[in-house]
Structure formats: C-alpha cells, structure tokens
C-alpha cells in the first residue's frame, strides 16, 4: 500500500480532525499508558498501546508536518506540542525550535499558546536549548503575560491575560490552574525538583540559574516528607541547600556538572562557581 499523501491520512482525515491539539495528545496518552503497562508487567496492553502510538504518531506525521516544515497552521502550539510529545524527529527538532522563537519573536515577545500547550512551553525552549527566551516569557511584565497579570494587581493566575473587561468588570475566573500552570516551572526547573522515581522515591534536584535572580526556594510535598531546594547566589559563586526526607534519595546536578551528586536522606550546603 502507498504511503499516504503528506496532509492526509485515513485515521486522522480532515473530516473528523477539528481540532489540532487532539491527535498530538492521543499519541502523548497512548505511549504513556503503553508505558505504565510495562513498569505494571502488562506485557500484552504495554506492546498493544506502543504500536497504537506508533501509528498515530506516523498518522499525525502525514496530517500536520509539511514538506517544507511547517507544522499545522504554523501557531507557537504547533511546535510546541510537537518537540515537547517527540513527535518529530531528532533532525527536526532545531528547525521547529528555531521556528517556534520566530513566532515567540512575531508576536511581540510573548506566548501565544492555549491552555493545552502554555504549560509546555518554558520547558520546552530549555530543553532545545533557547533557556534566554524561557526567561524572557516568565519575566516579560507587558500583555500578555504573568507579571503584567501581578503588575495589575492579581495575587492569583486568571483565566484570561485581560482579567477585565474594558469596562472594569471581572472576566471569567480569576483563579485558574490552565494559564497557572506555570508554577510547574519555578518548581521543576528554577528549584529542580523532578521525581526520577513514582512518588518521589528517587528525586532529582537540578536549578536554573538565571534570568537576572540572585535566589530562589522550591519546596514539594511528598509521601515520605518535604523536599526542599534552595539557591542564592554568593558573590562569584551559587549556594545550593537540598533537604532530601527520609526513605529516598536525592540525584543533585548543578549547572556543569557531568555526573550526579547522591544525597542520603538530610540537608546539605553545596557551594559551586557558577558563570551567571
């Protein structure tokens, strides 16, 4: 059988394909389940749901990716939903990156991504390497952004970037995870807190530096207790303290190392000479 023609394809045709987000999304789920079945020994459901999200990753291929590269309708969402799902391939993935930066850069400086894609995105510009633009999105203070929300007064995230209607009326909800799920970012990334392990039984405890802060403090809940990670930074140099609970261990990595630090359950001061 032939392939099918690049933008068509008979699981995702534009017929029953409405909305972008969905089949990028039914790939991200499939493979995580097919995932989950392995870690629970389900060797049948892991191989059933890894094929399935092979295939609609070759569907999504056909139907979204371009010969010259454009994904979808060419918005920010589009690639970041495809560089952070792995939907493209590793050859792919500095273009759609570079790509993405263009429309962060067209439209002003600022996000254009919706509620499906927003808590994606930071973390996605770091990871193609692009931490600069990452820091600029958190930190801009003009519309639309976090802080220009906060310079207008919000002690919360609202639904909308506006808040308000032009007559001074609230708009929508004004505490709203969808847009607030940024707060993923300050603690995985700027505290580094990640779970290596279900439950954080194994903990990775990788900071950021940058972005013109001189410290920051993440904290996390956890069955075994608090993780905790701190930085500041110290003249030429960046002080980290990690609170590792009992019953777990801590997998620490500042900026230039090259293998972890292991951290028994306690609390440790840890000095390193940082460019910043």
């Known amino acids: 059988m032939a392939p099918p023609r690049r933008g068509t394809h008979p699981i995702l045709d534009r017929r029953r ?26 060797d049948t459901d892991h191989e ?5 999200a ?34 493209l391939d590793d050859a ?9 930066i263009g429309l962060v850069e067209k439209a002003g400086g600022h996000l254009g991504t919706g ?4 808590p994606l995105l930071l973390g996605t510009l770091v990871d193609t390497g692009h931490t600069d633009v990452a820091w600029d999105l958190l930190l801009s ?12 007064g919000a002690t919360t995230v609202w639904e909308t970037w506006e808040g308000y209607t032009k007559s001074g009326r609230a708009k929508m909800s004004h505490n709203h995870y969808a847009l607030g799920s940024v707060a993923r970012f300050p ?24 972005g013109g802060l001189t410290r920051a403090r993440s904290t996390v809940h956890t069955r075994y207790g608090t993780v905790e990670s701190s930085w500041r930074i110290d003249g030429h140099d960046v002080e980290y303290v990690v609170t590792i609970p009992p019953g ?24 390193r000479q940082e460019n910043h």
């Open 17 to 42: 394909t409405t909305r972008r987000r969905r089949p990028a999304y039914f790939e991200h789920s499939t493979r995580t389940l097919a995932a989950i079945a392995e870690i629970l020994g389900k």
């Open 48 to 52: 059933r749901y890894l094929v399935l």
């Open 54 to 87: 092979d295939h609609i990753r070759r569907a999504w291929r056909a139907r979204f990716l371009t010969d010259d590269g454009r994904i979808g309708t060419d918005r920010q969402d589009d690639y970041v939903r495809a560089i952070a799902f792995g939907l």
């Open 92 to 100: 792919e993935r500095p273009a759609a990156a570079q790509r993405l």
């Open 115 to 118: 509620f499906l894609s927003t």
């Open 141 to 152: 203070t003009s519309s639309p952004s976090w802080l220009h929300q906060v310079e207008r």
């Open 187 to 210: 603690t995985e990334r700027i505290g580094g807190i990640t779970p290596l392990e279900p439950a954080y039984r194994t903990i990775g405890v990788r900071p950021l530096i940058g």
């Open 248 to 271: 777990t261990t801590g997998r620490f990595h500042a900026a230039g190392d090259t293998e972890p630090l292991t951290l028994t359950p306690g609390t440790y001061t840890i000095r």
